[in-house]
């Protein structure tokens, strides 16, 4: 019901915003339609993660810390020497952390004991003060189309603000690029997010002025 709910809410801005003229009630509609969207995206991750569509019945409990341990093994210096910062996923309900390398958790300002296990977009919000953000949107979207394609992903330019230490945000810009690590059986089993930080380049673009 849920789901259906945003669905509808969804289709209805978007006629909206296609008929409306005024400039500050589209911008109102934006807004709405913008929150709708991250709404549906935060419900799905939440209820199927990766997954198209609901979960099946007695589909498996995810435990981060103990999911695919062989794996993660496997590309653990790939993953610890990486020169951008890099989070592993598993891409069941919830979305749930693996482990952070030491790059991201001095991007994040935090170590991995306080990640681990924590939903993906419970660390990355979009910021509540710009209400046309679309990170948590463009982001889940990649995530789901390398799970589809069995193929990394990758996002050019994307704003995505950072929480700060004092609860705020700061306007960054990253690449991102999303990579499935596939099971024996060719499904799935984690994900390896990068994320290079490109906000220099980008304000530097438009004279380092920060919108």
Known sequence: MQRFVLTENIARFERL???EQD????????????????????????????HAGPPLPGAR????????????????DRFENAL??????DPGPGLLIIDINARYARAAAT???????????????????????????????SLRLAAQT???????????DLRDSHGGFTERYWHMV???VLADDGEPACF????EDVTAQVLAARGGRAN
Do not use: C, M, W
């Not at 951008?84 to 996923?89: F, Q």
């Open 17 to 19: 915003l296609s008929l």
């Open 23 to 50: 400039q500050g009630r589209r911008r109102t509609v934006v807004s709405l339609l913008a929150s709708a969207r991250r709404e549906l995206v935060l419900f799905d991750a939440a209820e199927s993660g990766l």
């Open 61 to 76: 409990k995810v435990r981060p810390l103990e999911a695919n341990p062989r794996l993660v093994l496997e590309f653990r």
């Open 84 to 89: 951008t910062p890099a989070l592993i996923l």
């Open 111 to 141: 170590d991995r004991d306080r990640i681990a296990g924590r939903p993906l977009f419970e660390l990355l919000p979009d910021n509540p003060d710009n209400p046309g953000a679309d990170g948590v949107r463009n982001l889940f979207a």
């Open 150 to 160: 069995r193929q990394p992903h990758r996002v050019e330019r994307q704003r995505y």
């Open 178 to 180: 999303n990579t499935p």
């Open 192 to 195: 390896l997010h990068q994320a």
